[in-house]
């Protein structure tokens, strides 16, 4: 599988970490950065590269890293059509995917052990969105929403 990361300083360590894990797993991936340790670097400009590579490529899935995670998930929410979810163990990282067919995981590396993170990134790869009507119905009303704006009908 094509996977495409990016983080920020928080999650240097971590990254490399999983970059090193995914290839030995026999994934493709491509390391939108950082590259290099900066305290200063700024996560959109690495989270937005790979978000919106998984968006170019929709047989791809993204992971997204920073200290807590939750500003990387927002970022890559900005990305037309992309679906990421903040994961702090496997079974939010598995029903991220089967209920949601989310295609980003968003880890925080200062909340996340490197063991708890290749389970919760290897959990998220292997695992397919269900298909089950009630989920696509959902996701259908997001697109729409995201779209062009119109609101599901009350229920």
């Known amino acids: 599988m094509r996977v ?7 999650a240097y360590e971590l990254l490399g970490e999983l970059v090193t894990f995914l290839e030995s797993q026999g994934h493709e991936v491509t390391n939108h950065g950082p590259h290099a340790y900066d ?12 978000a919106e590579a998984v968006a170019a490529d929709p047989e791809s899935l993204g992971v997204v890293l920073g200290g807590s995670g939750n500003g990387e998930q927002m970022a890559a929410n900005k990305v037309k059509g ?3 979810a903040l994961c702090y163990n496997t079974e939010l990282a598995t029903l991220a995917r089967e209920h949601n ?18 389970s919760m990134v290897a959990a998220f790869l292997d695992t397919p969105f269900s298909q089950a ?3 696509r119905r959902r996701l259908d009303m997001v697109t729409a929403y995201e779209t ?3 609101l599901p009908p009350l229920s």
Do not use: K, S
């Not at 495409?4 to 928080?10: F, L, S, T, V």
């Not at 305290?39 to 790979?50: G, I, K, Q, S």
């Not at 067919?101 to 290749?118: F, N, P, Y």
């Open 4 to 10: 495409h990361i990016g983080g920020d300083h928080a």
């Open 39 to 50: 305290a200063e670097d700024d996560y959109p400009v690495f989270v937005l590269r790979a």
């Open 82 to 84: 992309i679906r990421a």
């Open 101 to 118: 067919d989310a295609q980003v995981i968003a880890i925080g590396a200062r909340m996340t052990a490197v063991e708890e993170a290749t």
């Open 133 to 135: 009507p009630r989920h």
């Open 148 to 150: 062009d704006g119109t």
